[in-house]
Structure formats: C-alpha cells, structure tokens
C-alpha cells in the first residue's frame, strides 16, 4: 500500500474536522436609527471642542503659530 501524499493527508484531515459553528458574539447590536430619541442628545459644551490647530499644538509642545504676512 503507497503512503498517501501530503495533499491526500491534508484532504484527509479537513474532511476530519468538524464543520465550522457559527460565531456567537456577546455584544449586543445598536439599536436601529428609528429608535434613538433625538430630545435625548445633546451638543458637546463649546469648551471640550479642539479645533485642528489645538490638535497641532498639542502634538507639537514648544511650537509656535507664525501668522502668514
């Protein structure tokens, strides 16, 4: 009896397996668009809002903004 190749072995070990399950996640999924209470969210206060030159500043500590003459 020939020794099977390793593709027969391979075909072998696959058809062994035990077919693939369904994956289960705990995370719930969001809730549809029609059910978000839109009187519920609110604007972020004006203070906690960076604007992109904040971003940089932050990004570069010692920088300086040189204005365009």
Do not use: N
């Not at 719930?28 to 029609?34: E, G, I, K, L, W």
């Amino acid at each position: 009896v020939p020794a099977p190749t390793p593709v027969q072995r391979a075909v072998a070990a696959a058809a062994a397996m035990p077919p693939d399950e369904p994956v289960v996640s705990d995370v719930a999924p969001p809730p549809p668009d029609d059910e978000v209470d839109m009187s519920e969210l609110t604007d972020a206060p004006p203070e906690t809002v960076k604007t992109p030159l904040d971003r940089l500043a932050e990004a570069f500590p010692g920088s300086e903004l040189v204005a365009e003459d």
